[in-house]
């Protein structure tokens, strides 16, 4: 079992900057391809960015390419995600996930931190 706790998440104005953390648990961090994924008020959660176990390659949804940047620190157990020039679009839950390499899916996830974007 990994046990994922996001922190960082609260209430900053239309281009502002945030920056979210994913502390792991429970087994070894670099075993894991981290994500983060969100979901507005009334929307499916959606992909925002992946990261792989080394850090050597990223991923992003197209919403938030050049303006969010994921990375990880292995030897602190914890993912990044920094979230510049943000948009009301990006208000949502924001949540981590790691995801095995024998594995298709996410396997855990964490219980999600609100970031709410005010115009």
């Known amino acids: 079992q990994v046990q994922l706790v996001e922190f960082g998440g609260g209430l900053v104005q239309a281009g502002g900057s945030l920056r979210l953390s994913c502390t792991a648990s429970g087994r070894t961090f670099s075993w894991y391809r981290m994500g983060w994924f969100r979901r507005a008020p009334g929307k499916e959660r959606e992909f925002v960015a992946t990261?792989?176990?080394?850090?050597?390659?990223?991923d992003y949804a197209d919403s938030v390419k050049g303006r969010f940047t994921i990375s990880r620190d292995n030897a602190k157990n914890t993912a990044y995600l920094q979230m510049n020039s943000l948009e009301l679009e990006d208000t949502a839950v924001y949540y981590c996930?790691?995801?095995?390499?024998?594995?298709?899916?996410?396997?855990?996830w964490g219980q999600g931190t609100q970031v709410t974007v005010s115009s």
């Open positions: 996930a790691a995801r095995s390499t024998y594995s298709n899916e996410y396997d855990f």
């Open positions: 990261i792989n176990r080394s850090g050597s390659s990223t």
